[in-house]
């Protein structure tokens, strides 16, 4: 088999194609049976998205004084009355059990004293549960099941690879509602290659990329959402847009995530004056649910004007800092900013999309045999606002039932149907890039000017309008030119950004992550947002 970096023929069949290499996408491969031929393509690094950078750790019952009501309870609480208790419990209840897996796949977490499995506690959370590895749990996650991947015989691991579009019965012009695979952009030689598979899963991440200032690696551009969207899928709660309250502010620091768990281990957030301020808006203080958080800074910032606030754990014990926040310690210190002694100072940044592609609790889609898994998919989990360390729980507990389902039903199904090859011959270089990189920069601007923390219907109509504009012309330069990197991730942008957008001015209240001044209160019955293509272009906003 092709091992990562491995050139991979101009058209291949595979039983199982993954779209993406975070813990959701390597997931399910590792827990599908190695009988079956599966292929796992990424942009870059298989190692390298956003599950690398996840800091804080994962949420699961696994103390005595905890329990499975306490984690449902919180996290209904958190996500504002959208939850869908089904999925809520069927996370919860998958929790241990997935843990127990990644131990058994050798993730190694942090143990105190007495040996046992450190806990710490983060927003939202009324138990100690989220266990970690230090302050890297997501490198430790990404970088254990690689290697386990890498290790397999019957996976075929593909980086620098981007999925161009699904491949659908539709769009063969056959009968029946099925996906059999996907065209993928080779960034080597800049060719589009073929892959047909019998089941196709979209693990590619969210879309925060869509925002100027994010925590999320440069590949989170919203593509299986858009591709799915194109084919046929139904999207639902896209303008839930999580903002993690804590990027560390640094004009050389390129958005660095400061964990939550800071703030769950004692620290406290300042304004430049030094004096503290969550208290004045939740009585929780800094342990507040993240959209609280994030609009009270985004609040003081703006009422004073500031381009940053701080948060200062530097009242704790020095190895204390150190021992539990080495990442955290290491990287502020090459900025000259020894948090054992000075705040850290800090900014909001688009962190997760709470919205998706609609699925079911065996991850499967709207489209036959195409199942999506972790920040791609709307399972009902995370409501109006997610709640801390449970979206890589998320992606555990969905990979594993995607895989589950999967070897359930191979063997009813048959291989995929001829598909053409990708055709270029109507299309030439482009000489006029300078679009892309332009459209891209007012695209990330407009949006976290006008679809931000804090909104208004005038703000989002300007929005509109704007991304109205970018669509056509993005479309009528993906139709005469040669496809590349930059023209998918913009292309795929845009349409998140639109049905952000859409959602966002559909819903006529502030609930969760969706704030917006024209309609501060709740509705009375909580509703998700869900667009359909087929009418999607004819909703009234």
């Not at 019957?154 to 981007?162: A, C, F, H, K």
């Not at 196709?200 to 959402?225: C, F, H, L, M, Q």
């Not at 509109?464 to 970018?470: A, E, I, N, P, S």
């Not at 024209?518 to 909580?526: Q, T, V």
């Amino acid at each position: 088999m092709a091992r990562d970096n491995d050139p991979m023929p101009q058209s291949h069949e595979y039983d199982v194609l993954i779209i993406g290499s975070g813990a959701a996408g390597l997931t399910v491969a590792l827990n599908l049976p190695e009988h079956l031929n599966v292929c796992v393509v990424s942009k870059a690094d298989i190692s390298s998205g956003a599950t690398l950078w996840a800091q804080g750790g994962i949420a699961a019952v696994l103390d005595d004084n905890d329990s499975l009501e306490n984690h449902i309870q919180d996290t209904l609480n958190a996500g504002g009355g959208l939850c869908h208790e089904d999925a809520v419990r069927f996370t919860v209840e998958h929790g241990k059990e997935s843990i127990n897996w990644l131990i058994d796949s050798g993730v190694d977490f942090t143990r105190d004293e007495d040996a046992q499995y450190h806990l710490t506690r983060e927003g939202g959370h009324s138990h100690r549960r989220i266990i970690h590895a230090a302050d890297a749990t997501g490198h430790a996650v990404s970088t254990t099941l690689a290697s386990q991947a890498q290790a397999r015989p019957n996976i075929t691991l593909i980086s620098g690879r981007v999925a161009v579009d699904l491949i659908t019965n539709r769009k063969l012009s056959l009968p029946g509602n099925r996906c059999v695979g996907a065209y993928v952009l080779n960034l080597e030689d800049n060719h589009v290659e073929l892959v047909r598979a019998r089941f196709t899963v979209i693990a590619t991440g969210g879309a925060s990329k869509a925002y100027r200032y994010t925590t999320n690696p440069d590949g989170a551009s919203g593509d299986g959402i858009a591709m799915a969207w194109r084919a046929g899928c139904r999207v639902a709660n896209m303008e839930f847009n999580q903002f993690h309250p804590t990027c560390l502010y640094h004009p050389h620091a390129k958005s660095f995530l400061i964990t939550e768990a800071v703030r769950g281990e004692g620290g406290v957030l300042k304004l430049p004056d030094g004096s503290r301020f969550m208290d004045r808006f939740d009585k929780r203080g800094e342990l507040a649910p993240r959209d609280i958080v994030a609009r009270a800074i985004d609040h003081e910032m703006k009422r004073l004007g500031a381009d940053h606030l701080y948060l200062d754990i530097s009242d704790k014990p020095a190895d204390f800092v150190r021992h539990h926040f080495p990442t955290i310690y290491e990287k502020c210190l090459e900025f000259g900013i020894d948090i054992t002694e000075q705040p850290i100072p800090v900014v909001p940044a688009a962190h997760y999309t709470c919205g998706g592609i609609v699925s079911d609790k065996r991850a499967r889609t709207d489209i036959n045999q195409l199942y999506v898994v972790g920040e791609a998919a709307f399972t009902g989990l995370h409501g109006a606002n997610r709640m801390a360390s449970n979206s890589l729980l998320e992606c555990l507990v969905y990979g594993r039932a995607a895989a589950e389902d999967i070897a359930r039903r191979e063997a009813q199904i048959p291989p995929p149907p001829p598909v053409p090859d990708w055709d270029e011959s109507q299309v030439r270089d482009s000489d006029e890039d300078v679009v892309i990189s332009h459209n891209w920069d007012e695209l990330r601007h407009f949006m976290w000017d006008y679809v931000g923390i804090v909104r208004t219907t005038k703000r989002l109509q300007r929005a509109k309008h704007r991304v109205d504009l970018l669509s056509r012309e993005i479309g009528e330069f993906y139709s005469n030119y040669r496809v590349t990197n930059d023209l998918l991730e913009l292309r795929n942008l845009v349409t998140v950004s639109d049905l952000i957008i859409c959602s966002a001015l559909q819903r006529k209240e502030s609930r969760g992550l969706h704030y917006t001044l024209d309609y501060p209160g709740l509705l009375n019955e909580p509703r998700d947002t869900v667009l359909f293509p087929t009418t999607y272009r004819t909703l009234s906003p």
